[in-house]
């Protein structure tokens, strides 16, 4: 998959309108220089020339060097994957604790006001953009209150409004998922009968019930967790964090083809993993898996 990735990238990367050398070289640059340019930085091979020696570094460890700074591109990762990492995290933990809570208290109150506020708080946060949210956010707490800074990752603070508004759709999305997940499993025989035998109520919503409807909710979880680091990208230009979001969108606007195929090849890495771990953590909530497997 990611051989498949890496083709894709390199090849829809040099498709994209414009010439970085062009971009170095600037407006007054004449043909012969721009050509020099070019024949630095490799781009005047045929494209699968490019692709292997691409390649062949990218085995040996070697992202290369940025087309506009000339800096490793290993060095500049490093110093930007910090701040998305703490962003995707603290936005997916807030989202997936509230959602969870939101999610079975609707289900265990069904037909009743608890289920009718969880169920708006989760329609609303699905439908509000994220960068309209993001906007919305500075403007109150940061600009009239005072409250956060705009923008930086100067203290803790700053991660605050950046993870509300990348974390508010995830936590929506598993709000609804988990009022459907635990709805079916409060249906089942096996919920009925220990009820029946007398068990406390929060012992069949937490220890049965619950564990029970977290496959769903782990799978959904797991897709949107990926999703969270293409997601910043957004989140990171509105605020101005200096991550790996922020510096895809730089780069794509230089066109420098080295930064933006590593951090796209980041991307589905992270993607791809995220996926066996949820894959992992099925038979880990639901011993069946394990022994079927």
């Given at each position: ?74 060095d ?79 203290t ?49 919503i ?88």
């Amino acid at each position: 998959m990611l051989f498949v990735v890496s083709v894709l990238v390199f090849m829809f990367l040099h498709l994209i309108p414009g010439d970085p050398a062009r971009l170095i070289a600037g407006q007054d640059a004449t043909l012969e220089e721009i050509m020099g340019i070019r024949q630095q930085l490799g781009l005047d091979l045929p494209l699968w020339k490019q692709y292997v020696h691409y390649m062949s570094n990218l085995l040996s460890g070697d992202l290369g060097n940025s087309i506009q700074s000339g800096l490793a591109v290993t060095d500049m990762l490093m110093s930007r994957v910090m701040p998305t990492l703490w962003l995707t995290f603290l936005s997916m933990a807030w989202a997936l604790l509230i959602g969870l809570l939101i999610g079975v208290v609707s289900a265990v109150y069904r037909n009743r006001w608890p289920d009718y506020v969880g169920t708006l708080a989760a329609i609303s946060g699905m439908s509000v953009p994220g960068f309209w949210l993001g906007l919305v956010l500075i403007q109150i707490f940061s600009v009239e209150l005072g409250w956060f800074p705009t923008g930086g990752v100067d203290t803790w603070k700053s991660y605050i409004l950046p993870s509300i508004t990348l974390g508010m759709g995830i936590m929506s999305m598993l709000a609804r998922y988990s009022r459907s997940s635990m709805l079916e499993t409060l249906r089942e025989d096996y919920i009925r009968t220990g009820r029946a035998k007398g068990m406390r109520e929060y012992v069949v919503i937490g220890r049965h019930a619950l564990r029970n409807s977290l496959i769903q909710v782990v799978t959904v979880a797991g897709l949107q967790f990926g999703f969270l680091l293409g997601g910043s990208v957004m989140v990171e230009t509105v605020f101005s964090i200096p991550g790996l979001g922020r510096l895809l969108v730089d780069s794509i606007l230089f066109r420098d083809y080295t930064v933006i195929q590593a951090l796209l090849l980041i991307f589905a890495t992270q993607f791809i993993l995220i996926n066996l771990i949820v894959d992992l953590l099925y038979g880990v909530l639901n011993p069946k898996i394990r022994y079927s497997s």
